[in-house]
């Protein structure tokens, strides 16, 4: 069964940095991109960056750009966002997500399955 | 590409027929658009992708159609577990976008 599970939210000051995993189980992980896509409270989804299976591609949304950096490791199976300088609107639950279908070899992807979500607070 | 869902909101009983748009501002290269299914406290999940193909384990009551600009999911006999937030995305051109959301509630 494929398991995405993130781990590293928590209540941080805007300014300040934090950083996400999400673990992945259950499939061929370095032959998927994957994908990070938030939800802030009460409100829609925005997929935020992606990454293809062997890192050689990445995106980032334009909020984000610049301050969030999304990395690899295929050895660990994990997937990581770095985020720096966090705003009080980056507030919102972190989805990681995994390329659905079969292996594409891009970022231009549906997601399949997607984590349960670790909450990032920006507050003062 | 902007995606915009309409209706925002659709109250329909069980049984009934729910139709939900999804309109792009430009052309959605290779027809690269899906679908998911949020409920309340829950991860979202795909139902259909490329406009049309559903993944194993989605019914055949969830299907969608479309291509270029305008999308369409339909729900052919609204089941009380599919009472929940539908949005589309576009994944033809970086950066990848999500439509506001549908919320198809219980009449």
């Known amino acids: 069964e494929v398991q995405l599970v993130e781990s590293g939210g928590g209540l941080v000051h805007p300014g300040r940095s934090l950083r996400l995993s999400c673990a992945a189980s259950g499939f061929k992980f370095d032959d998927y991109a994957m994908h990070w896509v938030r939800q802030g409270p009460g409100k829609g989804l925005e997929w935020v960056s992606g990454i293809t299976w062997n890192g050689g591609n990445i995106g980032y949304a334009d909020s984000v750009k610049g301050r969030f950096t999304i990395s690899r490791d295929n050895a660990k199976n994990s997937l990581f966002l770095q985020m720096h300088n966090l705003r009080i609107e980056d507030t919102a639950f972190y989805y990681c997500?995994?390329?659905?279908?079969?292996?594409?070899?891009?970022?231009?992807?549906?997601?399949?399955?997607w984590g349960q979500g670790t909450l990032v607070t920006v507050s003062s | 590409i902007v995606l915009t869902q309409s209706p925002g909101a659709l109250s329909l009983s069980p049984g009934e027929r729910a139709t939900l748009s999804c309109r792009a501002s430009?052309?959605?290269?290779?027809?690269?658009l899906a679908w998911y299914q949020q409920k309340p406290g829950q991860a979202p999940r795909v139902l259909i992708y490329e406009a049309s193909s559903r993944p194993t384990g989605i019914p055949d009551r969830f299907s969608g159609s479309g291509s270029g600009t305008d999308f369409t999911l339909t729900i052919s006999k609204l089941e009380p577990e599919d009472f929940a937030v539908y949005y589309c995305q576009q994944y033809g051109s970086s950066p990848l976008t999500f439509g506001g959301g549908t919320k198809v509630e219980i009449k």
């Open positions: 430009q052309s959605v290269s290779s027809r690269y």
């Open positions: 997500a995994k390329e659905g279908g079969y292996p594409s070899g891009t970022r231009h992807n549906w997601f399949d399955p």
